[in-house]
């Protein structure tokens, strides 16, 4: 096997490590949502210090996605792999022997670490160069780990303690960092895409992912507190102005972290609108769906019990898997912008389709072509980026568009949350539907306008 054969063999490798490290990761992401509930009784804490450790995660996120893509952007990307991994042991550890609420948050806020996995799984998948390049397997990888997590989550739930949950994951990211570690002894290093001499923008990395956490955590707080609240308006405030002193110095430093002016490129700003419509469309329809099945026939709900609802989800996480794979050849045959535009109108559609009824069978329909869309939309996206922008940004550029979804996520499932507390249960699920539906037809023009001057990002 020549040196060129060797180099290809080892990015498959790595590539398919960071495929089954994400699949981890999303495992965990699925399972821990109905283990709230046991680890609250267990640790004796309350429903908002739990809350908490939930949002721990997703602050978390909003800090390592900006900051770790950088990273593995300047630095060997292989090593910076590794690293995820050994954080996502810890996390996972610290998780599953927690004894306190403290500890709870912490476990999750190192689990949380583990998002800067999709942006790198991207930047390696896409990593040998030429057109044609495709990220379908890491977003299979998250579809197939969100179903795998709904049926087991749920029977491990059944037989045994919360912390058998984090006990797997612990065991299969053991088993990741061993052959990472092995790999890193054997393979070629990975040499970064940055020019020579480039600096992390350390500080402006924490800056911009404090603003993001400060947002992520005013908007988990507004349903409860209201804005007028000191805990929603003031962490509010503090993350607008911690923005705006990260944009105003980032325009003066030589290496930013993230290049404010590339976020202004129509490119790259058509994306993030496309990913922060289809996070709040996504998390809205999540948290709706559920909540009006589980609702009395007698206040217009459909009565069922709450397994039936997770249930409702099998047949769009399946087909969330399935509909990356499809997304390289339609971009042949309808071009760049013709899958994004289908992706945004089937999610349009599903949504719009609840609108009318939320029967069982339009529940599964609208579910269902909400997740072709949805898997088209997100291959394409992270495709079209490691094409269009600088090889040594693909990373970054990517966690904050990813970031930008997690907003999008916390607003939409704050919104529905709220609707279905204050307004009667079928009023709640059709009002947020609408508004969903109303966020996706509001990118459209962005997926129309694509593919304008995207050239010149090169």
Known sequence: MDTTDQ???????????????IFADFLMDTMIAPALPAMGETLNITQSQLGFVFTCGLLSSAIALPLGGRIADLYDRHVVLTAILALSLAGSACAALAFSFAMAALGQALLGTASVLLP???????????????????????????LAGLLIGGYILERYPYQALFWMVFALNGVLFLLALIALALSPASPPTAAKGTRLDLTGGLVLGASLALFLYAS??????GIESPHTALPLALSVVLGLVWWRFSLKTASPLIDPRQLLDPVVARFALIQLATGFNATAVLVAIPMIVTSSLADGGLGLSEAVSSYLFIPSSIVLFIAPVAALPLRRAIGERGVVLTGSTLIAAGTGLLVVTHTVPAILAGTVLGSVGLGLLLTQTFDLLAIWIEADRVASVSGFVLVLKIIGAALGGQLAGNLMELLPPVTGFRTTIIIATLVIVASLPAAIGLGRGARALR
């Open 120 to 146: 790198l799984g991207v930047a390696i998948a896409t990593s040998r160069g030429g057109g044609e390049k495709s990220s379908a397997m890491v977003f299979v990888s998250s579809g197939v780990s969100a």
């Open 220 to 225: 988990s707080q507004l349903g409860r507190e």
């Open 7 to 21: 180099s290809f063999a080892w990015n498959r490798f790595w590539t398919g490590l960071c495929i089954a490290a």
